[in-house]
C-alpha cells in the first residue's frame, strides 16, 4: 500500500543487495536504475547507468569497496534514506566514478564517508548529507548550487563537514552557491581543498588545524 515500495527500477530488491563481477552492468531506465530497500553493498564491477529519476538508490546504506561506475541522472547519483532518520549512509572506500546528474550526485541522509577512489562529478550539489567526513581519493566536483553541504536531514549527528585527507576540488558556476557548506561544524585536518567560483561558509565551530586550503588560487592559513 506503501507508494514508495513498488517496484520502480531495473535492479529492485526488498532485501540486502550485493553486486559484483566481470561484465559491466548497462542500465537505461525512464525512473531509477537500481533500488534497493535495505543496504546495497558493491564489491566491483563496471556500472554504466542512465535514469530518468536516481541512479542507485537504498533505504538503509550504500557501501562501495570499488568498482567503475558511469552514471547519469535526471535527480540523485547515490542516494540514500529512510523513514527512519538515524539510517541511510553512504561509505565509498575506493572506484572510479564519472557522475553527471541533475540535483545531488552522493546525498545520504545521515552520513557520508569517503576513505579513497577518483569522483568526477558534474552536478547542482556534489555531496549533500548531516555529516560528511572525507579521509581520501581524489574528489573533481562541478556544481551550480554547493559543493559540499551538511544540513540537519538526520538526528544522528550534529551536521558537520570533516576533512582529514584527500584531495578536494571544487568548483562553482551559480547565482549563490557555496563551495564548502556546513549548516554547524567545519573540520579541515589534512588533505588539500581548493575552490574557486564561491567560497566555504559554517555556521558553527571551526577547527583548521592542518592540510592546505586553496581559494581562488590563494593558499590561506586562517
Known amino acids: 500500500k506503501d507508494p514508495d515500495r513498488k517496484a520502480n527500477?531495473?535492479?529492485?530488491?526488498?532485501?540486502?543487495?550485493?553486486?559484483?563481477?566481470?561484465?559491466?552492468?548497462?542500465?537505461?531506465?525512464?525512473?531509477?536504475?537500481?533500488?534497493?530497500?535495505?543496504?546495497?553493498?558493491f564489491l566491483g564491477g563496471e556500472y554504466v547507468i542512465t535514469a530518468g529519476s536516481k541512479a542507485v538508490a537504498a533505504d538503509n546504506a550504500i557501501w562501495i569497496a570499488g568498482g567503475d561506475f558511469r552514471?547519469?541522472?535526471?535527480?540523485?547519483?547515490?542516494?540514500?534514506e529512510n523513514k527512519d532518520n538515524m539510517q541511510g549512509s553512504i561509505y565509498i572506500?575506493?572506484?572510479?566514478?564519472?557522475?553527471?546528474?541533475?540535483?545531488?550526485a552522493v546525498h545520504g541522509q545521515t552520513m557520508v564517508q569517503i576513505d579513497d577512489g577518483r569522483?568526477?562529478?558534474?552536478?547542482?550539489?556534489?555531496?549533500?548529507?548531516?555529516?560528511?567526513?572525507?579521509?581520501?581519493?581524489?574528489?573533481?566536483?562541478?556544481?551550480?548550487?554547493?559543493?559540499?553541504?551538511?544540513?540537519?536531514?538526520?538526528d544522528a549527528y550534529r551536521p558537520k563537514i570533516e576533512i582529514t585527507g584527500g584531495s578536494v576540488t571544487v568548483t562553482m558556476d551559480g547565482k549563490d552557491p557555496d563551495a564548502i557548506d556546513s549548516n554547524a561544524d567545519l573540520v579541515i585536518s589534512g588533505g588539500t581543498v581548493s575552490v574557486s567560483g564561491a567560497g566555504i561558509d559554517w555556521d558553527g565551530?571551526?577547527?583548521?588545524?592542518?592540510?592546505?586550503?586553496?581559494?581562488?588560487?590563494?593558499?590561506?592559513?586562517e
Open 205 to 221: 565551530e571551526l577547527d583548521f588545524t592542518g592540510g592546505t586550503v586553496i581559494i581562488e588560487g590563494e593558499t590561506v592559513s
Open 93 to 104: 572506500g575506493g572506484g572510479s566514478f564519472d557522475i553527471d546528474v541533475a540535483d545531488d
Open 119 to 154: 569522483l568526477s562529478i558534474a552536478a547542482d550539489e556534489g555531496i549533500e548529507s548531516t555529516r560528511v567526513l572525507i579521509n581520501g581519493g581524489e574528489l573533481d566536483i562541478r556544481a551550480t548550487g554547493d559543493g559540499i553541504n551538511a544540513g540537519k536531514k538526520s
Open 71 to 80: 552514471m547519469k541522472a535526471e535527480t540523485d547519483g547515490f542516494h540514500a
Open 9 to 41: 527500477a531495473v535492479i529492485y530488491s526488498c532485501t540486502d543487495l550485493t553486486l559484483r563481477g566481470e561484465a559491466p552492468l548497462i542500465i537505461n531506465s525512464s525512473k531509477n536504475g537500481i533500488v534497493c530497500r535495505d543496504k546495497l553493498r
